[in-house]
């Protein structure tokens, strides 16, 4: 029976928290000029953008470590993931498209909404959905030549490929080609191979990585300040390999964390995996949230970077986790109990 693997309950919930902050710091980043309170804006930022990778690695995780040993029925699979993925994407991309028609951003139109959708462009956070539906798609492909051929090698192989994509490979939606990401998701499969090996390693090793992660968190978010508030010039491929690094150290040290909670603390742990587990929804709705309390504290004329700030963290997080949470638990007792009705019936013939 295999172990399960709890950590990544925690993980997906410092990932769902984290893009959050880095939606809502990012009005003070732009609009502060240069100053403490913005270096502080700009390093809280900056240590949490490591979120888009994070969440492809948790994919890789977990899809090779379900399937790895498992019967992999290619349409089954496609069938069940798109439906999980595709339909509440649909929903948001109709919710969005609804809300920017009444505020009188855009008119109604067949083509544009068509075109946004298949684009992931409706709101700035969707490309996403088009990026992990990419993996989807090809994770037989990953699959088979992880079970066929050296793990190390392809690891290897794919942090190449991955440098090169980030190197020569720029085009509008280059953000959502799944070749950007590549490596992050092989070392979430590559990890499911090895995981106790992994964490023995990162138990010995834990100082030693979360200090590297934090020094590589100063200087990308130092690299940022430079040219983006001192209008420094810098090379776009030197930014990008100090975000790749990054993501990949924010990744290791942040699995460390995860797997420190959930062995220390229950109640944390319980109240993360209910995050976890609404993540999806949390992820989904969030934006839309952050437009509504924006404006709402635009009629009250609260102009204040950090007051708006705080308050933008209290509003979006208390309702979004709210609501996304008791929706996921309602769909799953939903489930659960048609799952039983079912069986009852079954029974009874």
């Given at each position: 029976?295999k172990?399960?693997?709890?950590?990544?309950?925690?993980?997906?919930?410092i990932?769902?928290l984290?893009?959050?902050?880095?939606?809502?710091?990012?009005?003070?980043?732009?609009?502060l000029?240069?100053?403490?309170?913005?270096?502080?804006?700009?390093?809280?930022?900056?240590a949490?953008?490591?979120?888009t990778?994070?969440?492809?690695?948790?994919?890789?995780?977990?899809?090779?470590?379900v399937?790895k040993d498992?019967?992999?029925?290619?349409?089954?699979?496609?069938?069940?993931?798109l439906?999980?993925?595709?339909?509440?994407?649909?929903?948001?991309?109709?919710?969005?498209?609804?809300?920017?028609?009444?505020?009188?951003?855009?008119?109604?139109?067949?083509?544009?909404?068509?075109?946004?959708?298949?684009l992931?462009?409706?709101s700035?956070?969707?490309?996403?959905?088009l990026?992990?539906?990419?993996?989807y798609l090809l994770?037989?492909?990953?699959?088979?030549?992880?079970?066929?051929?050296?793990?190390?090698?392809?690891?290897?192989l794919?942090?190449?490929?991955n440098?090169?994509?980030?190197?020569?490979?720029q085009?509008?939606?280059?953000?959502r080609?799944?070749?950007?990401?590549?490596?992050?998701?092989?070392?979430g499969?590559?990890?499911?191979?090895?995981?106790?090996?992994?964490?023995?390693?990162?138990?010995?090793?834990k100082?030693?990585v979360?200090?590297?992660?934090?020094?590589?968190?100063?200087?990308?978010?130092?690299?940022?300040?430079?040219?983006q508030?001192?209008?420094?010039?810098?090379?776009?491929f030197?930014?990008?390999m100090?975000?790749?690094?990054?993501?990949?150290?924010?990744?290791?040290?942040?699995y460390?964390?995860?797997?420190?909670?959930?062995?220390?603390?229950?109640?944390?742990?319980?109240?993360l995996?209910?995050?976890?587990?609404?993540?999806?929804?949390?992820?989904?709705?969030?934006?839309?949230?952050?437009?509504?309390?924006?404006?709402?504290?635009?009629?009250?004329g609260?102009?204040?970077?950090?007051?708006?700030?705080l308050l933008n963290?209290?509003?979006v997080?208390?309702i979004?986790?709210?609501?996304?949470?008791?929706y996921?638990?309602?769909?799953t007792?939903?489930?659960?109990?048609?799952l039983?009705n079912q069986?009852?019936?079954?029974?009874?013939?």
């Open positions: 029976m172990k399960k693997v709890d950590e990544i309950y925690v993980l997906r919930a990932a769902c984290s893009v959050i902050m880095v939606h809502i710091s990012a009005e003070a980043v732009v609009s000029r240069e100053s403490y309170l913005l270096m502080g804006f700009t390093l809280l930022n900056r949490m953008k490591f979120t990778p994070a969440f492809i690695f948790i994919s890789g995780l977990i899809l090779f470590y399937y498992r019967d992999f029925k290619y349409m089954t699979f496609i069938k069940k993931r439906s999980t993925i595709l339909i509440p994407y649909f929903i948001w991309t109709v919710i969005y498209y609804g809300y920017f028609i009444y505020k009188g951003y855009y008119t109604f139109s067949v083509g544009f909404f068509i075109e946004n959708f298949l992931g462009k409706m700035f956070h969707l490309y996403f959905i990026t992990i539906t990419q993996y994770f037989g492909v990953f699959r088979f030549f992880f079970k066929k051929y050296n793990s190390h090698l392809i690891l290897v794919s942090a190449i490929i440098i090169l994509v980030l190197r020569y490979v085009f509008q939606y280059a953000d080609f799944f070749m950007r990401y590549i490596f992050f998701f092989c070392l499969c590559y990890m499911a191979i090895h995981l106790d090996v992994f964490k023995n390693l990162l138990n010995k090793w100082y030693a979360i200090t590297l992660h934090v020094g590589i968190l100063l200087y990308y978010a130092y690299q940022f300040y430079q040219y508030v001192k209008k420094l010039p810098v090379q776009g030197t930014v990008l100090t975000w790749f690094v990054f993501s990949a150290l924010s990744i290791i040290s942040l460390y964390i995860s797997t420190f909670i959930t062995s220390r603390s229950s109640l944390i742990f319980r109240g995996k209910q995050v976890s587990n609404a993540s999806y929804y949390i992820y989904l709705s969030h934006p839309l949230m952050l437009i509504i309390s924006n404006e709402f504290l635009d009629s009250f609260i102009i204040s970077t950090s007051m708006r700030f963290c209290i509003i997080i208390s979004v986790f709210t609501l996304s949470i008791a996921s638990r309602f769909k007792n939903f489930r659960l109990r048609s039983a069986r009852f019936k079954e029974a009874k013939q």
